[in-house]
């Protein structure tokens, strides 16, 4: 017979415990089988369950009792507070049965005596479950509460979702922190070059001011009236960034490449500054909110027209003021006198960096609508107050703004003469649809793949934001919706006077604002779960992409103007008094602008050493009808500005090839006094040397 027991024996207690209350500590309880082995058992057991040799039937009805017992929680030594357990000590010298072992041997014997049926086994296998899990409960908790077993399970969960939470947060972290320093990169590639286009004009305006001694008075007076060259821009904070760049970098281009860059990292960190404070308190996702913000701001994918051309500096400063303006408008608070002093101040630095500003004061409008509510917020009628409220000064600010602009222009919204709104609904799309050419010129065969992929993952993101912007409170979900609103309402803006893009596909830089408002827009999505951030890191990806793409074609094409202007002097010292010589160079590269507005400047100081505009001069392809007229009034007896010269048949015509980076003559003189037949020929023989390729 096997005599078998479940006691446990507690140890004695230490002279130095002893009369000393114990200290509560987990428990963990072992059944214990103290037995005997009678010499005429063969088969021992490892659990201490002794029976006899197979070919015997065994009486093993303790074994059987003990093991309903333990399976039903009635046994002294498994109910809270019995035996042993209000001691916490098991005998050093007793055998620890596992309670799987003793299911095993249970079951074993009982097919001894016969197999049971198919339910009698689910059952016995439900029973050795449910007595696993009671054991496990119980060995992590002394007093045997389950209640409290499962709520450590429940803990033991969420720490192992927090670590792999955590672990995927660095990842991203990482990934975004990579993206950005590969963009940086991209621009540290190519930030010499020249200046393109405009940048000469500019450049010229303000040496001249500089070398006259009047550059401040030059300053100053762009605050009061615009620049007189028919239009009505009014950005004198750009033109007095230009006055400082022309102080600190003379007219050496990467200087002023650096500046720009240096505003467009400056739009980031603060972006991403803006985002931390809406999402201030509101999960752990906080930080990788804020990178993503951050590394969309430097992923702009046309990023060449806006970084890396300092006429972009316009758009730059009109973002980081509007920024500066969003992160004085503290959500669901009342603000100071010198907070809406700082509104003021920010939103009328923007407004006179850029024309494109004007629609702040309805942002911030929307901003103080959709912001967390407050005491006494819940209502759309409260909700409105609190945004007139916050934004009134600004308000009367935009009115003053508009004021002055009809004072100057005599009108507050028309910026350029021919900008006209659309005729009707179609030309309004016609106008929108030209956003095409800026995709295409950018990445040429692979616009199509870069668009599908792009709206993909910006539908997969947003479809991760509103699953779970209904299953979270914590964060802003209103406020994401109206910044996408406001991102869509600055790409349609310009779409109001002309079309988004020419048909070269130059105009990105009119998206850059609404860029701004959509990375803003990704920081607060990315704070709804991990898979839209992990969304959000492929779409950067792909935007950098593109961004490489533009920077590389902008780069390009300055480090050309640089190889053209190094010629320019000794190509002008060969030309005879008398003589005139028009450098025939492409109004644009693909999407860059090149000689278009830089007749001038290229051929004059400070881009030369001397001024040779009186025996040189710029033309670009569409040039030739107003140089037949201007170079016959310069042949006029008497003219002297900004050339004399003996007869138009000593005008010559010169174009530039890359290939050998040198300039090649062309038909000229007496072939100038018909303009149509002068262009016609000129083209022709100017793409049979590859000076113009395919423009």
């Known amino acids: 017979m096997n005599n078998l027991s479940t006691t446990t024996e507690p140890e004695a207690p230490t002279e130095a415990s002893a009369g000393k209350r114990q200290r509560s500590r987990p428990w963990n309880p072992t059944l214990v089988a103290r037995r005997t082995k009678p010499s005429s058992f063969a088969h021992t057991y490892d659990a201490g369950i002794t029976l006899p040799p197979a070919h015997g039937a065994s009486h093993i009805s303790g074994t059987d009792h003990v093991v309903e017992k333990i399976e039903q929680g009635q046994h002294p030594q498994t109910q809270a507070g019995g035996g042993a357990q209000a001691h916490g000590h098991v005998a050093r010298n007793a055998h620890a049965i596992d309670i799987q072992a003793v299911g095993r041997r249970f079951e074993g014997a009982r097919g001894v005596q016969g197999a049971p049926s198919r339910g009698e086994t689910r059952a016995a296998a439900a029973r050795e479950g449910e007595g696993r899990r009671a054991l496990r409960n119980r060995r ?148 990788g909110a804020c990178l993503i913000a951050a590394a969309a701001l430097v992923a702009f994918p046309f990023a060449g027209e806006i970084s890396f051309w300092p006429v972009g500096r316009f758009d730059l400063l009109a973002a980081l003021f509007s920024l500066l303006y969003l992160h004085a408008l503290p959500p669901a608070a009342r603000a100071s006198a010198a907070n809406h002093g700082w509104r003021v101040l920010w939103l009328l630095c923007a407004l006179l960096s850029k024309e494109s500003a004007m629609p702040l004061p309805l942002v911030a409008s929307l901003v103080c609508y959709c912001a967390e509510p407050g005491a006494g917020m819940r ?52 106008r929108i649809w030209a956003v095409r050419h800026v995709v295409q010129s950018t990445l040429g065969g692979a616009a199509m793949p870069w668009v599908i992929v792009a709206a993909g993952l910006s539908t997969v993101a947003i479809v991760f934001a509103l699953r779970n912007w209904q299953q979270r409170v914590d964060t802003p979900s209103l406020l994401g919706i109206a910044l996408l609103a406001c991102a869509a309402m600055y790409a349609l803006a310009p779409s109001f006077g002309f079309g988004l893009a020419a048909p070269n596909g130059e105009g990105a830089r009119l998206l850059y604002l609404a860029w701004v408002y959509a990375s803003l827009a990704f920081g607060v999505v990315a704070a709804s779960s991990l898979a839209a951030q992990w969304t959000l890191v492929g779409l950067l990806a792909v935007a950098t992409y593109a961004e490489a793409e533009s920077l590389g074609k902008w780069q390009a094409a300055a480090h050309e103007m640089k190889r053209v202007t190094s010629r320019v002097a000794a190509l002008g010292d060969r030309v005879p008094r008398g003589a005139y010589a ?30 040779y505009l009186n025996r040189m001069a710029v033309m670009v392809e569409n040039g030739f009808t107003d140089w037949s007229a201007l170079l016959l009034t310069m042949a006029s007896p008497g003219v002297h500005e900004p050339a004399s010269i003996d007869a138009i048949e000593y005008a010559s015509l010169y174009c530039w090839r890359p290939e050998s980076s040198s300039f090649v003559r062309l038909p000229g003189g007496v072939a100038a006094r018909d303009p149509v037949r002068w262009q016609s020929e000129a083209l022709a023989q100017a793409r049979a040397v590859r000076c113009l390729g395919d423009r």
């Open 582 to 611: 028009l450098l025939l160079l492409p109004d644009h590269i693909g999407n860059v602008v090149f000689a278009r507005n830089a007749q001038g400047g290229i051929v004059s100081r400070p881009s030369q050493p001397a001024d």
């Open 140 to 287: 992590r908790h002394g007093d045997g509460d389950e209640a409290a077993a499962a709520h450590q399970d429940a803990l033991n969960a969420r720490i192992a979702r927090g670590a792999a939470s955590r672990f995927a947060s660095a990842g991203i972290a990482s990934a975004l922190a990579l993206l950005i320093l590969v963009v940086f990169a991209l621009h540290l590639r190519g930030i010499g070059g020249d200046f393109l286009s405009d940048d000469f004009s500019h450049l010229s305006v303000v040496a001249r001011n500089d070398e006259q001694g009047r550059l401040g008075a030059w300053v100053v007076e762009r605050f009061l009236h615009g620049l007189d060259n028919g239009n009505f821009a009014f950005r004198p904070i750009a033109f007095a960034s230009y006055a400082l760049d022309w102080r600190l970098f003379g007219a050496d281009a990467a200087g002023w490449h650096a500046t720009n860059l240096a505003l467009y990292v400056a739009n980031a960190l603060v972006g991403a500054w803006l985002v931390g404070r809406w999402l201030r308190g509101r999960g752990e996702r906080t930080l």
């Open 379 to 430: 209502s759309a009628s409260a909700r409105l107050r609190v945004a007139l409220r916050e934004t009134a000064p600004t308000w009367v600010a935009f009115a003053a703004y508009l004021g002055y602009r009809a004072f100057l222009f005599g009108s507050p919204w028309k910026v350029y003469p021919d900008s006209t709104p659309p005729h009707g609904i179609a030309e309004w799309f016609d």
